[in-house]
Structure formats: structure tokens, C-alpha cells
């Protein structure tokens, strides 16, 4: 610590005299330290709350001044921080004596650019998130003190250090009160929360607290349309309807939002409930970007790809993919999650699928084996499309068989579309769609199972020679001749 800390500001007895003795030495900075330590135990906190020690370190904050005793402060607030660490009677010793209000002051107080000040910051917002988990009245205290403009404030910040707490700040006040969490969905609210996005998006995230928020606002309280829309770089609309009208370019922080929510699906996938707005939202956004399949050439990387527009295509997919996979693992909630598919699906996803997929050149081998005939060349009159992204393929084919899964609407779907024969051409090893053959043979299954049509249309190809994939073995199927109708057959081995 620097040695002339403690020199440069002079320290009432009164304030400085019960932190020496507790700590039994000379020097403050050694005082502070020493208490540090003490505090860290439940029976060092409670000593402390038994002499009131809240108090005497909430006036030390007071006349330390920033940066001349940056050190000393920092102390100062890492010992309240300790002492607030689930010990009642000191967080509400440090409500009783406006401990908010004072660290609001000394929040106000620091330059983040000067030395120690992210870190004062930081153990701030880490003591207000111990204060905060005492109850509803301690969180609306801070909640009161600091929304909206001092959350706006801290989040502007581009640091890591500093939003990652925050975001633990804002979880923890938000969650107790319908009052609070209502005032985080608002205008005011949600240009919070798309600052903290904006800062993540450059500085990333340490702890788990932004995928918390982050899920709480767009997905448990369906504000993600609203979220959206306010990260877009020119204007700002409405509603899922709208979102995409204005233009087909988007924001890095908006394909950084998709991602996110993309990993707290993937991640949460047995236990989020998915709302139909939410969904029709993803979906909207994915019908704009897919645009950007015609302007770029073949993509050589996997998401995230550094290119914004294939970035927000490509988390599109992901999300609706597990989306449709939630109706089948949300145990309770599976009837919500299958209204969901229904209504993509009655919005025209499959169709559009299975659009995106002809429209592009077929797997590697698949193009290799193709017959040479003009008849089964449906792309002689326009140009097939290439993958903007390795998995893209991949991602297309597990939407469908996601969706296929115990729904024969759309297993029939499929199949009045012409598209089995497009699905058996998926399952396949194909070096730009990692994970391909597994896909299609998942999708080939869920579009077979229960489904006597689907199953004589794949009989019938198979006889034709206009499919031959090993892969149906792996299924537990294979084609045999009926004696008495003297039709193909799928036969369960």
C-alpha cells in the first residue's frame, strides 16, 4: 500500500480510534487489513456488528478523498463489503445509516480512468449486491438511490470489472417486487439493460449474472423485441412485426444478443419456458437475414463468424432449433412448448426450411453421386447457393427434425412438400457441416416414426435407385417386397 495513504487525509479520532482498537495496532492501513481478514468469517462479522463497526467505517468513507487516499478507501469498502456478507445486523446497520446514499456518493466521487478507480467501483456494486440479498426493503433502498441513471451511469462504463457486479446489483433488487422488475422492463429499464449489452458485447463477462439478466428480461418477461429493436444502429420499432421492416442490416450488439440468448437455450434447455411472441420474433428476424445468403461467398468458418449479418442468421437458426427441441423436454410445460412449434409452423417455418435447403448445393458426396440426367436437375435454371457458415446446413436440418419429433402434421407436411427425398439426401459426412450425418439421420427418423406414407414414399425411392443411403440401417429399417401387393415396403429389423 502506498506508504502516503494514510498522510494526506486527516482522520478524526472518533472515526479512526474503534477500528484500531478492534484491530489492536497503530496504523490504519494495517487496521483496515487486518479487520479485511477478520470479517471473512461469520463469527468475525458478528463480533463486528456487536460494536457497530458499520458505522465507523461508513464514516471513514466519508472523509477519504478520491484519489489522494484511493488506497485507503478501497480498504475501507472492501471491509463493509465483508461485513454486509450475510450478517443481518450489519446490512441493516448500513441501511440505517444511509450506506447507500454515502456509496452513491462515492461512486459519483471516482474517475474510472485514474488509478483504483474500476476497482472502487467494483466493491461498491459488490457490497450493495450483499446488501441487497438482506430483502425487499434494502433492495428497494438501492433501487431508489441508483435507478435509473446511476445503473445507466456504471454501465456506460466499458469494463468488465465493473458491469460484471452490476449486473448482480440489478438481478437481485429486480427480483423480489413485480414493481421493480416492471420498472426494469420499462423505457427507461431497457436502456439499461441494451448499455450493459453494448459493454459485454466489447469487454465480455466474467460471471454469470449478464446470461441471468439477460434471460429474466428477454425470455421470462418477453421483453426481447423491445431489447432488440433499441441495439438497432438506425431507428427504433415497435413490435416482432416491425422489427426487421425498416432494413435488412443489423448491429453487432443485436447479433451479440442472439448469441447470448442462443447459449442460455442451449445451456437452460430443460427448464425455459419459451413464449409464442418470442418465438415469432426469432423467426421474423431470420426471414430478413436469410438475404444475406445471396451477397456472401462460402463461409470457411463456424459461428461466430466476425460477419454481423451471417452471425444473426446463424443464432437465428440456433435458437429456433432449440426452441422446437424444448417441447419434448420441458416436462410440465411441454403442452405450452408444442402451442409454440404449432404456431411456427402455422407461420410457414417448414415450408421456408425446406426452401432455404433446395436452394443450396447439395453435400459434397451427394453432388458427386447425382445422376447426369437434365430431368433430376432441378437447378438447371438458377444458381445454387453455398453455406454462409459451416453448420449452416446442419442447423436447417435439425430445426426440421426437432419439429418432426411426435408431430405428424408436420412429418406430413414434409412430405406433400417433396422434401423426404431432400432429407435422406442430409444424412451424409460433409466437411463444411460437422455433425451433418447425425442431424439427418435424427430428422429421417422423426419424419418415419408413426408415419405408414412417409415410410412407402422412402420404400418407393429406394426401389426407384433414387436413394441409396447406408445410414437406414442405422435407423433399423430396410426395404422388402410385399408378396401379396407387390409393393416395396419399410421394414422394421
Known amino acids: 500500500m502506498d506508504d502516503n495513504s494514510s498522510a494526506k487525509v486527516f482522520v478524526p479520532a472518533a472515526i479512526m480510534q474503534p477500528l484500531l482498537d478492534a484491530s489492536n495496532l497503530s496504523e490504519l492501513d494495517q487496521a483496515l487489513e487486518f479487520l479485511i481478514q477478520t470479517a471473512k468469517s461469520a463469527d468475525g462479522r458478528a463480533d463486528f456488528a456487536s460494536k457497530n463497526m458499520v458505522n465507523a467505517v461508513l464514516q471513514l468513507c466519508q472523509v477519504l478523498e478520491f484519489p489522494s487516499n484511493g488506497d485507503l478507501l478501497l480498504s475501507s469498502l472492501k471491509l463493509l463489503r465483508n461485513l454486509c456478507a450475510g450478517e443481518m445486523r450489519n446490512q441493516n446497520s448500513f441501511l440505517e445509516q444511509n450506506g447507500v446514499g454515502i456509496i452513491s456518493g462515492v461512486i459519483s466521487s471516482v474517475k474510472p480512468s485514474l488509478e483504483c478507480g474500476c476497482d472502487i467501483i467494483r466493491m461498491c456494486l459488490q457490497l450493495l449486491g450483499n446488501v441487497a440479498l438482506a430483502g425487499g426493503e434494502h433492495q428497494g433502498a438501492i433501487w431508489s438511490e441508483f435507478f435509473p441513471r446511476g445503473f445507466y451511469k456504471i454501465a456506460e462504463l466499458r469494463s468488465r470489472e465493473t458491469c460484471d457486479p452490476l449486473c448482480m446489483v440489478i438481478y437481485t433488487c429486480s427480483g423480489e417486487t413485480d414493481e421493480l422488475l416492471g420498472q426494469l422492463c420499462s423505457s427507461q429499464g431497457l436502456h439499461i439493460i441494451t448499455e450493459v449489452l453494448s459493454t459485454v458485447s466489447l469487454v465480455g463477462f466474467s460471471e454469470d449474472w449478464f446470461k441471468l439478466l439477460l434471460s429474466r428480461v428477454c425470455l421470462d418477461k418477453s421483453c426481447f423485441a423491445s431489447t432488440f429493436s433499441k441495439l438497432h444502429p438506425v431507428s427504433e420499432v415497435g413490435d416482432h412485426a416491425d422489427i426487421t421492416a425498416k432494413s435488412v442490416h443489423f448491429s453487432a450488439e443485436q447479433a451479440f444478443l442472439l448469441r447470448i440468448l442462443s447459449e442460455i437455450l442451449n445451456e437452460r434447455i430443460e427448464d425455459v419456458v419459451i413464449s409464442i411472441d418470442f418465438s415469432l420474433c426469432i423467426l421474423e428476424i431470420l426471414r430478413s437475414a436469410v438475404e444475406v445468403v445471396d451477397s456472401v461467398p462460402k463461409g470457411k468458418s ?25 417441447a419434448d423436454l420441458t416436462g410440465l410445460e411441454i403442452e405450452g412448448s408444442n402451442r409454440v412449434v404449432d404456431m411456427l409452423v402455422s407461420s410457414g417455418l417448414i415450408d421456408f426450411l425446406l426452401s432455404l435447403l433446395r436452394d443450396l448445393e447439395p453435400p459434397t458426396i451427394i453432388k458427386k453421386a447425382m445422376r447426369k440426367d437434365e430431368t433430376s436437375n432441378e437447378a438447371g435454371s438458377y444458381p445454387l447457393k453455398q453455406c454462409p457458415y459451416k453448420g449452416f446446413r446442419r442447423d436447417i436440418v435439425a430445426i426440421l427434425g426437432n419439429c418432426a419429433y411426435h408431430r405428424k402434421r408436420v412429418q406430413d407436411e414434409i412430405r406433400e412438400k417433396n422434401g423426404i427425398l431432400l432429407l435422406l439426401q442430409q444424412c451424409v459426412l460433409d466437411e463444411d457441416n460437422p455433425f451433418l450425418r447425425e442431424w439427418g439421420i435424427w430428422s429421417v427418423r422423426n419424419l418415419l416414426e408413426g408415419n405408414a ?36 415396403k419399410l421394414v422394421n429389423t
Open 302 to 326: 463456424a459461428l461466430p463468424t466476425g460477419h454481423t449479418g451471417i452471425d444473426v442468421l446463424g443464432y437465428s437458426l440456433t435458437t429456433l432449433r432449440d426452441i422446437c427441441a424444448c
Open 453 to 488: 406414407e412417409n415410410q412407402q414414399v422412402v420404400a418407393d425411392l429406394e426401389i426407384q435407385g433414387s436413394v441409396d443411403v447406408p445410414e437406414m440401417v442405422n435407423l433399423g429399417l430396410r426395404v422388402e417386397m410385399d408378396p401379396q401387393t407387390r409393393r416395396a
